[in-house]
T-cell receptor, first 110, second 112 residues
């Protein structure tokens, strides 16, 4: 069964706006990771946040983690057309096993 | 480095046929895994390996077999293909001591 549930399932915004995606999970985790998947391609790792961290930044990406609520959010600032993709959260539940959410399909309109 | 490579890119099978999906990595990564992705879904773990000679089952292992005779290769075998195995299959690898996974481009499988 899927560990993570992502919200929204689809998001469409104008170029330059910020995009926020949310992920909820059910069990204890070692870390939570976000991946991007362009249409028809494999997944690309974006950012990892450990269970003892609350916020992490990487370029235009900002990830937060609330372990008490078992939730995470991914913020992409100043969106670009090239950010159009599906975004997945993945929880590391131990032994390097990742459990993926269903993903958020992000469309950036020019 | 070529990274993680998968062959074939696309395959059509008839029900009951068997085949092997190939996965190779040239990064000397210890950990490798196979996932399947169905439409509108995230990835589900089929089998994984923490090193040569060691494999274990993931969330959806039924109907699949794996072996890991070398660090580089991790083939996935479909024993008797069923329409329910129509999916996109991704292989991934992770270096020892790290957590992030490097994904191959995927194999799209259609079982008729």
């Amino acid at each position: 069964s899927q560990q993570g549930e992502e919200d929204p399932q689809a998001l469409s915004i104008q170029e330059g706006e910020n995009a926020t995606m949310n992920c909820s999970y059910k069990t204890s985790i070692n870390n939570l990771q976000w991946y991007r998947q362009n249409s028809g391609r494999g997944l690309v790792h974006l950012i990892l946040i450990r269970s003892n961290e609350r916020e992490k930044h990487s370029g235009r990406l900002r990830v937060t983690l609330d372990t008490s609520k078992k939730s995470s959010s991914l913020l992409i600032t100043a969106s670009r057309a090239a950010d159009t993709a599906s975004y997945f959260c993945a929880t590391d539940v131990g032994a390097q096993k990742l459990v993926f959410g269903q993903g958020t399909r992000l469309t950036i309109n020019p | 480095n070529a990274g993680v490579t998968q062959t074939p890119k696309f395959q059509v099978l008839k029900t009951g046929q068997s085949m092997t999906l190939q996965c190779a990595q040239d990064m000397n990564h210890e950990y490798m895994s196979w996932y399947r992705q169905d439409p509108g879904m995230g990835l589900r773990l089929i089998h994984y390996s923490v090193g040569a000679g060691i494999t274990d089952q993931g969330e959806v292992p039924n109907g699949y077999n794996v072996s890991r005779s070398t660090t580089e290769d991790f083939p996935l075998r479909l024993l008797s293909a069923a329409p329910s195995q129509t999916s996109v299959y991704f292989c991934a690898s992770t270096p020892q001591g790290r957590e992030t996974q490097y994904f191959g481009p995927g194999t799209r499988l259609l079982v008729l």
